[in-house]
């Protein structure tokens, strides 16, 4: 507990495809900590959204469906995502969602919509946070804070490789177009861009493979008593 009696969280932001999630939960299951996918929540939101077919600008509705939906995160890898009971975690993961996450995820009022739900997940013994605004906005006394990076053509590589493996027939000069419109919304956007915290430490994943990152990040947490 930190001294304000809260438990502590460790927090891994970055753009999509650094490898953050697969860090997240590796870290997650080492320390038995909690774990936040917050991009989830933001695509949760916009899958909700298309349901009850609420526009995307509509920012009143938006926060209406992120104050009183009702979620629920499976605790084991890769866990089902339910939304009102429905099994949505396919659809969670889908290029689709995260382009209308990152398009809402802009909406200021929608950002404080979520603020309460993401600091529920900070339980005993710990949490892990995954996300863009992680380290800078949501947990800013975070004991220990990541930002990976990687670049765009790396990121790109590494989800067609993903994809290809799961079947999914994709472009991938399409995929880094999604990627590099995708950064320069989520960098751009008034409120709580994606950047790194000051006292984060930034790790470059493009050359390293998970384990190295792994070892980087351990040798971090040993460094603040973790
Ligand atoms: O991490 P992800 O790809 O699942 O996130 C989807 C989108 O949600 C991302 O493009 C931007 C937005 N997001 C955000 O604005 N803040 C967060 N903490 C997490 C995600």
């Known amino acids: 507990m930190n001294d ?12 999509s ?26 695509r949760i939101v916009g899958i909700a959204a298309m349901h009850n077919r609420v526009d995307a600008n509509d920012a009143q509705a938006l926060c209406g469906l992120a104050r009183n939906m009702h979620v629920e995160f499976s605790s084991v890898f890769p866990g089902s995502i339910t939304l009102h009971g429905l099994e949505i975690s396919g659809e969670v993961r889908l290029e689709q969602a995260g382009a209308l996450a990152s398009r809402i995820a802009a909406i200021p009022q929608l950002r404080a919509a979520l603020l309460q739900r993401q600091h ?39 989800r067609y490789k993903q994809l290809k493996d799961k079947e999914v027939s994709v472009s991938l000069p399409g995929l880094l177009s999604d990627i590099q ?15 790194p915290a000051k006292d984060a ?10 384990e190295q990152v792994m070892a980087i990040v351990r040798q971090e947490l040993k460094s603040h008593q973790l």
């Open 4 to 15: 304000k009696g809260l438990p502590p969280v460790i927090t891994i932001d970055g753009p």
């Open 17 to 42: 495809g650094t490898g953050k999630g697969t860090i997240a939960q590796l870290l997650a299951n080492e320390l038995h900590w909690h774990i936040l996918d917050s991009g989830a929540l933001y």
């Open 120 to 158: 529920d997940f900070r339980q005993a013994p710990g949490l892990v946070a995954d996300g863009r605004d992680m380290g800078t906005v949501v947990f800013p006394d975070a004991v220990c804070k990541f930002f990976l990076t990687a670049s765009a053509e790396t990121r790109a590589q590494r």
């Open 181 to 195: 419109a995708r950064d320069e919304r989520d960098s751009t956007r008034a409120v709580s861009p994606l950047k």
């Open 201 to 210: 430490l930034i790790i470059d994943t493009g050359p390293l493979a998970i």
